[in-house]
């Protein structure tokens, strides 16, 4: 498979609601609420399996620091599974996050940390950092969407492309990292261009920009290449990818602990 179409693929790991496909329809006529449905409702697939690397670095260092990733998505019906397991390097095999959302929407899980110490998801352990990344695990879950307070709040071009901007508040006595999500939209690709979260001081933690997109066989549009930096821009986290495959069959064994560690275990 080409790197093009594996950076296409590679969007549905951290950022998976990114994905989306063009609205011919008049753009001023978008609510919030039918903006995101569209984006959300763009990514299924029956489910995926990802190479991936996490590349982390320090602008002007020259310092980069890798962690290879095994990433696997099921879906059955409105349910899915994602895992993320490390392969390398040796200081990371074998650490995972199993990531689970049933119909309702809410999120459930575990993360794993060889031999045998299995920690179940909380919200707690949302804001926590994956892989010492400026990943949170949260960001990887995206549960924003369904946030209760959705709102268009301007428009902007980005990279040549008009974009409504979305707040994205979580209710009262919500357990997040995050205050405010403000992100960038395409209603001509359905795709968000630019993410912006806030702490809970209202001063911004994060931000994610994509910084090219690809036009996919089936007339949607996909990331090709996806950057966090925090806001003090001391790092920069990239995805990228080796080998990658979609809307294919997972078993659902390869969800279970077992198999987890037995991935663990392998040289």
Known sequence: MNAAKLLRLLAFVCFACLAGHPDLSAADDLTA???ISKVVDSRKTSGFRIRA???LSVPGSGKRDARQLLIKSRRDGEATKVLYQALWPDEFKGRALLVEKPGDGKTAGFLFEPPDKVTPLTPELMTKPFLDSDLAIEDLTED???WPSQKIVGEEVVD??????????????????????KSWISPEMSLPMRLHKFGKDGKLVKRLNVEKVIKQENNRWAPATLVIEPADDSRRTMLDG???ERDIEIPAEDFTLEKIKALATEK
């Open 53 to 55: 690397k996490l590349i």
């Open 33 to 35: 609420q039918r903006l």
């Open 242 to 244: 080796s080998k990658s």
């Open 160 to 181: 040549l492309k008009p974009c409504k901007i979305i707040e994205s508040r979580p209710s009262d006595g919500l357990v997040t990292g995050y205050s405010l999500i």
């Open 144 to 146: 924003f969407w369904r």
